[in-house]
């Protein structure tokens, strides 16, 4: 399993933008695929956006696509989330998680198996 730290959230208006970060330590880097989740307040957590092991492959939930996007960066570990557009309902908990490659790519948190301590995202005026 990885050590997965997430780091990048903050307070931000509507329309804004942040980028998550997420160094993974600790196992091959480039045998993982990994995953960003959204947790808001009182609510299940949810998958946002995933990237295969290469990097070609992505996923986003339909609620991000085109204001989202995942990459990974083979030197420096990282996993990143570029969130443009920011809207209220963005705001909550941030998780990066991790599992070993597959064939198909997933969103469903059951599928990970290494988790960040997650980073809080707040969209507000």
């Known amino acids: 399993q990885l050590q997965i730290v997430e780091s990048g959230g903050g307070l931000v208006q509507p329309g804004g933008s942040l980028r998550l970060s997420c160094v993974a330590s600790g196992s091959a880097f480039d045998e993982n695929d990994f995953a960003w989740f959204h947790q808001a307040p009182g609510k299940e957590r949810e998958g946002v956006s995933t990237i295969g092991r290469i990097g070609s492959r992505t996923m986003y939930a339909d609620s991000v696509k085109g204001r989202f996007t995942i990459s990974r960066d083979h030197d420096s570990r990282t996993v990143y989330l570029q969130m443009n557009a920011l809207k209220p309902e963005d705001t909550g908990v941030y998780y990066c998680?991790?599992?070993?490659?597959?064939?198909?790519?997933?969103?469903?948190?059951?599928?990970?198996?290494?988790w960040g301590q997650g980073t809080q995202v707040t969209v507000s005026s």
């Open positions: 998680a991790s599992r070993k490659k597959r064939w198909i790519l997933s969103l469903q948190a059951g599928m990970y198996d290494s």
